[in-house]
């Protein structure tokens, strides 16, 4: 190796070295503070990332791991003769047992499939399904991804419990522009 | 109340500490470093156990072992790892 080649490629990595070099001191120092937000925040939120991924990838397939009722019906009436949503629900609510004590939530009326999923309001949220022409109970079961929805906003924690959703949120947020900032000035922490 | 209390010290508070005491480790005293490495180990196990025991199986939890590993995990795990840290003897 020549004396030449090995000078030309210093000057190539004092170049380098030069572009990632904060120009100021005001820089440098808010370098250093970025790496210490970067540093704290990715702890701190650490358990707080893993429940919200964790119950998010649950819910995208929320399907495919049963954690909703899921019953194929053919209707074999027309809509049109459906008996009242009243009666339905009475149907529903005398299938459920104890849970029916809460009262009903909300009623998700399907005609295509000629039936309807009465909610009700209890803590593990039961759901049943009733055909819409004749009140037969087709399924009762527990509607799991409203429990894994709470726990993903944090609102199973309590009515504060939602702070804790912002709070991954707000972390995540100053992780990214942090570890940008640090990706464009690498040696700036020091 | 306490438990929720105990769910934010665990989340929060532990690994402040953890990260506070991994601050310049070569130059702490040995019974800081096992501390810190108990620490870390317990917590971590916390985690882990905290996570499964919120979403496996997934139905609520109101009362039982799953709430209580939920809220409070975190924090005895952080704690017990220093502790056994701290009093384990070099061998």
Redesign the interface.
């Known amino acids: 190796m020549t004396e030449s080649t090995e000078a030309a490629r210093s000057a190539a990595r004092t170049k380098r070295h030069r572009r990632h070099r904060p120009r100021s001191d005001g820089i440098r120092n808010f370098s250093r503070w970025t790496f210490h937000i970067h540093?704290?925040a990715g702890?701190?939120i650490?358990?707080?990332i893993?429940?919200v991924s964790?119950?998010g990838i649950?819910l995208n397939h929320k399907r495919g791991?049963g954690?909703m009722p899921e019953v194929q019906h053919t209707p074999a009436a027309a809509f049109e003769d459906a008996l009242p949503l009243a009666e339905l629900a009475r149907h529903a609510t005398a299938a459920v047992g104890a849970a029916g004590e809460a009262g009903v939530d909300r009623m998700d009326v399907r005609p295509d499939d000629g039936i309807v999923k009465v909610r009700f309001n209890d803590?593990?949220?039961h759901e049943a399904t009733v055909v819409l022409a004749t009140g037969e109970v087709l399924h009762v079961g527990?509607r799991?991804d409203v429990?894994?929805e709470k726990?993903h906003s944090g609102e199973?924690?309590?009515a504060q419990g939602i702070l804790l959703s912002d709070l991954a949120a707000v972390g995540l947020t100053l992780l990214v522009l942090s570890g940008f900032w640090i990706w464009l000035y690498p040696r700036s922490r020091v | 109340m306490s438990h929720v209390i105990a769910l934010l010290l665990g989340m929060f508070v532990v690994p402040g500490v953890l990260l506070r005491l991994g601050h310049h480790l070569r130059r702490q005293s040995l019974t800081a470093r096992r501390m810190f490495w108990g620490g870390i180990v317990g917590w971590c196990g916390a985690v882990l156990l905290m996570v499964v025991a919120s979403v496996l199986p997934p139905v609520l939890w109101t009362e039982g072992a799953r709430e209580v590993a939920v809220y409070w995990s975190l924090l005895v795990g952080g704690l017990a790892g220093m502790g056994v840290g701290a009093l384990r003897r070099p061998g």
């Open positions: 540093l704290w702890v701190v650490t358990v707080l893993l429940v964790v119950t649950a791991l954690l803590r593990e949220v527990l799991n429990f894994m726990l199973i924690f309590g």
